[in-house]
């Protein structure tokens, strides 16, 4: 769940004596920027979200269909030559500029996946089926941070739903939004200057 992998990095920051950090975070990941940001206030300074939205779910419906049948017959399907195929596809869709999407890109981006291909389907299949214990957007209004949203202007299948940046934008007191032309889902990748901006943006709104 979102609240499991939230409570994770929690412990690492904790770990390395990390506090008032700026998270950036990209896609589904924002989702556990954001209850860090509202579990534990003292850690987070404030949260730069590259397209990603306050989803109340790590499941999605497509993760739901896949694992329908159980993860069994998922990993009868999955090969490494497959995934990366997979991969491939859904970013090239999710991206504005394509340029930077090579196959050493590809290799990078699914490394983890292919070191243990069965452990990776379970931790997907246990995601497709985690319950969170509480609403993140009932929530969100504990932190008072900044909040910095970047969304790419080419449209995709994974942009975030109206409904989360409403929701961002009525609970959150200070946020703000911004949309990158010429980008997709992955802005760090296809414009990084524009993250880098985003968060010196960031640092200085946070303050000291």
């Known amino acids: 769940s979102f609240a499991a992998q939230t409570a994770r990095v929690g412990e690492a920051l904790d ?44 499941s999605t419906p497509g993760m739901r269909k896949a694992f329908k049948l ?14 990366r195929h997979d991969v491939r596809r859904e970013i090239v869709r999710n991206s504005g500029d394509t340029t930077w999407i090579t196959d050493a890109v590809i290799r ?9 291909l069965s452990g990776s389907i379970d931790a997907f299949e246990r995601m497709s089926k985690s319950k969170e ?9 504990h932190f008072t941070g ?7 202007e080419v449209e995709h299948p994974s942009e975030i739903p109206d409904e989360q940046r409403e929701l961002l934008r009525d609970r ?6 911004d949309t990158v032309p010429g980008s997709g889902q992955f802005i760090h990748e296809e414009q990084p200057h524009v993250v880098v901006d985003a968060v010196a943006e960031l640092h200085r709104a946070a303050g000291e």
């Not at 579990?39 to 779910?57: K, M, N, T």
């Not at 159980?70 to 995934?83: N, R, T």
């Open 15 to 58: 770990s390395l004596g990390v506090t008032r950090a700026l998270l950036v975070a990209q896609s589904s990941s924002a989702s556990i920027a954001f209850r860090l940001a509202v579990a534990r206030p003292s850690l987070v300074r404030g949260v730069l979200s590259i397209d990603g939205g306050p989803s109340e779910s790590a």
């Open 108 to 116: 990078h981006y699914t490394a983890g996946q292919t070191a243990d």
């Open 172 to 177: 959150l007191t200070d946020f703000a939004a």
């Open 70 to 83: 159980g993860g069994f017959v998922a990993k009868l399907a999955m090969d490494e030559s497959k995934l």
């Open 146 to 152: 900044p909040v910095r949203l970047l969304v790419g």
């Open 133 to 141: 214990p509480a609403s993140l957007g009932a929530r969100l209004h």
